[in-house]
């Protein structure tokens, strides 16, 4: 019996700032086979992520669909972006409390804490080591991410707590 499949949706605008294209071309043939990526998602970079995927049965991409309809399904979720607004993806995935992928720029270090609600890499390399690594979501370690994403959520990202956050901005900066 091999190893268990562990999952990782990638969910987003298909476009070079959110680099889906290159996540392919960087970290082809140097995953583990267990690991496989699931890509949601239309946008101007579509044919080029179909390509780069080629007959790869590890990264598979599966059009458009509402981030809520499909989440539960898999293991973690990943955003490696070169910038970001606010990363709703994230703020979702903490929701169903999916433990985080992502890099360390400024917008998802704000959701995403190492080691605690999820994993930041620095770039391909470390993202390719790290994806090697990930636990099951049998494990205590796969448990204790996922706990603390959706408890992130839970102190952060609710819509009370937004539209609080939203109006006292608002006071401070425009009244």
Do not use: W
Request: charge should be neutral.
């Amino acid at each position: 019996m091999g190893t268990k499949e562990v999952s990782i949706l990638i969910i987003g605008r298909v476009c070079n700032v959110k680099q889906q294209v290159k996540l392919v071309r960087e970290t082809k043939t140097k995953i583990n086979d267990n690991v496989k990526f699931y890509f949601v998602g239309i946008g101007e970079d579509v044919d080029s992520l179909i390509k780069e995927i080629g007959d790869s049965n590890q990264y598979i991409y599966l059009g458009y669909a509402k981030a809520s309809d499909i989440m539960s399904q898999y293991d973690y979720v990943c955003l490696f972006s070169k910038k970001e607004g606010l990363p709703l993806t994230l703020i979702e995935a903490c929701m169903f409390g999916k433990p985080l992928i992502t890099n360390d720029i400024p917008a998802a270090l704000e959701i995403n804490r190492s080691e605690y609600t999820g994993y930041v890499f620095q770039d391909f390399a470390e993202l390719v080591q790290g994806c090697n690594k990930l636990p099951s979501k049998e494990s205590d370690k796969y448990m204790f991410l996922s706990m603390n994403a959706r408890k992130q959520y839970e102190e952060n990202f609710t819509e009370d707590i937004m539209l609080s956050k939203y109006k006292d901005y608002i006071k401070r900066h425009f009244f």
